[in-house]
Every structure is written in C-alpha cells, then in structure tokens.
C-alpha cells in the first residue's frame, strides 16, 4: 500500500512538473508553429468527457457561437444523450470559448474562420467549409469503409489525433 | 510533446482513482435495492441481461439496445457511433466499471434515456450490475 501511494505521489509530480514544464505557453506556441499541429490546451474536464464517446475535437475547430449553440443541447447530441451536470458543463464551454476558431489565435482557428461566412455558427466540424475544402479529395466510398465508418472518426487516418497532429504526413487512409 | 501528456494523464488518473475507490459494483447493488425498498437477494440476473439485450424504438425509429454499442458479450469492447472504442462492461473484464458512483449515474441517466427513452428505474439499474458482474 505505502509503494502504492508513494508510486502515484511520483507519478503525479512527474506528472505536474511535466504539464508545468512543457504544456504552458511555450508549449503551445511550439505545438502551433506546424500549420496543421493544434495547440496543446488542455482542459481535464473537457478531455475526459468529450473524448469517452470521439476524440476530443480541438476549440480551434469551430468559432464560440457553435460551441455556445452545442453545450446548450448536449440532450439531444447528435441523436444521443450527452448531458452533463451543470459545473461540468459550464467548466467545458468555458474552455471551449477562450480557445475557439475565433477566439484563440491558433492557425487552424484563423484557417476555419477564412472560410466562414459571416453570422454562421455551424454545430458539425464537418459541416464547415474549411473541413469540406481539405477533404474535398475523399471520396464517398473511402468514408464509408468499415474502419472509418463516419466523418468524425478523425483518428481512423489521422494517426496522430489524439495528440493534435493533423500534418498531411501523418495520415494514412485504412484500405478497408 | 507526447511523454508529458502521458504522465499528465497518469497524475490525473492516479488522483482521480485515489479519490473514487470507495464505490464497488457490490456496494452499487446494495445501493440500487435499496433506493427500490427491496432486499438485495430480489435482484434479478435475467432481468438484468433481459434490459442489456431488449432492442426498443430509439428517438429516430430505429431499433435501440445497450448491445447495439457495447456488443451481444459484455466482456468484449463496443464501440461508438463514431468508432471510438468502449471499455468492456463486465468487471471481470474491466476492473474499473462500477466503482464510480457519480459516473454510474452519468451513463444510466443518458443511456437510458437513449434506448428506454425515460430513466432508468433503481430496480433496473440493480439488475443490470447483479447480471454484468455475473459474467466470467
């Protein structure tokens, strides 16, 4: 038990150091320098619950009006029950809104928001036309092929997603 | 950029798990028969597999189950609508279920909400564990 406790007290300290050392603003100004690399904001709450059901899509993605509009209906969430309680809720939209497509400053975000028109405030990251213009060479059956399944199945080819990574080197589209 | 997101994520998981231990499927049985005024012997294992496999009109039409995701055998993987995978529901395969009654709520009230279209009943909820944490 005292190894027990003493290997998380290690753990969690490397841990901390770790995040302090490399995910503060230094980090992120470097995890944004590669044009398609997200910034590494991290949010506790907003990992654990967005990603238990996909992958945990960056703030950059969409502008503040999307994501105001998606946290309000987190009942009816694409089809499914996703609500969440109110603290948590309100602890993720947070998030979400200071690191938004508009908000943020990261070159994803700038990229989405070139391409928006004015006054729109899309709930689906697939329904923007930054998205749709860099996928416009995918073609119907590659999404539909068992292992992708869905457009937001994002790590399916990208490989690196769930690190943020989206550069063009890092994809590979699964033959089935 | 990947190393500290690791131990970030292990300083979380080693708090979060030092924090929520306190709850076991069996103390969740013994909650749920409660919260429904009956003894823990009157939880039903059929009953509890009947809920998981019985296919009902989800919101859109189509035919709904816990099975649909979490797959016809609970000590496998399921899988999201959108190919994100799911830890195994039975305890023998994934130690973690069920010790976390905040969470346990969590994925009853919307699940259910999803497949029965209303809550789930206490009753129910009990069921469902005493038949997953049957499972070998």
């Known amino acids: 038990m005292n190894y ?13 150091f770790s995040l302090l050392t490399f995910s503060l603003p230094s980090g992120e100004a470097h995890g944004d320098g590669g044009g398609n690399v997200l910034p590494r904001t991290i949010n506790q709450a907003w990992q654990q619950e967005c990603a238990s059901c996909h992958l945990a899509y960056s703030p950059a993605f969409l502008p503040q009006a999307s994501w105001r509009r998606l946290m309000n209906g987190l009942d009816r969430h694409f089809g499914e029950n996703a609500s969440l309680d109110p603290a948590t809720q309100a602890d993720i939209l947070r998030f979400l809104e200071a690191n938004a497509a508009d908000r943020g400053g990261s070159r994803i975000g700038s990229k989405v928001m070139k391409r928006m028109p004015a006054g729109e405030a899309p709930l689906r990251i697939t329904d923007t036309r930054w998205f ?13 092929r068992k292992s992708i399944g869905s ?15 989206f550069d063009e080197d890092t994809v590979r589209i699964p033959k089935q | 950029m990947i190393k500290p997101l690791l131990y970030g994520g292990l300083a979380v998981f080693g708090m979060v798990s030092a924090v929520a231990a306190a709850d076991s499927p069996a103390s969740l049985m013994a909650l749920y028969a409660q919260q429904a005024g ?4 009157a939880l039903s294992a059929t009953r509890g597999e009947a809920l998981y496999r019985t296919e009902h009109a989800g919101r859109d039409g189509q035919a709904v189950s816990c099975a649909g995701c979490h797959t016809a055998n609970p000590a496998q993987a399921g899988r999201t609508r959108v190919g994100k995978r799911i ?7 994934h130690p973690q279920r069920f010790t976390d009654a905040a969470k346990v709520e969590k994925w009853f009230r919307r699940n259910c909400q999803d497949v029965l ?8 909820k009990g069921d469902f564990i005493t038949w997953l944490s049957q499972i070998k």
Do not use: F, I, M, N
């Open chain 1, 4 to 16: 027990l406790l003493r290997g998380t007290g290690v753990v969690t300290a490397v841990g901390v």
């Open chain 1, 132 to 144: 749709v213009h860099k996928h416009d060479e995918v073609s119907q059956s590659v999404w539909s």
């Open chain 1, 151 to 165: 457009t937001a199945h994002c790590a399916a080819c990208h490989r690196q997603a769930e690190q943020g990574v």
């Open chain 2, 38 to 41: 009956v003894s823990g012997s």
């Open chain 2, 87 to 93: 830890e195994p529901l039975a305890p023998a395969a």
């Open chain 2, 117 to 124: 279209q209303r809550e789930c009943s206490a009753q129910e």
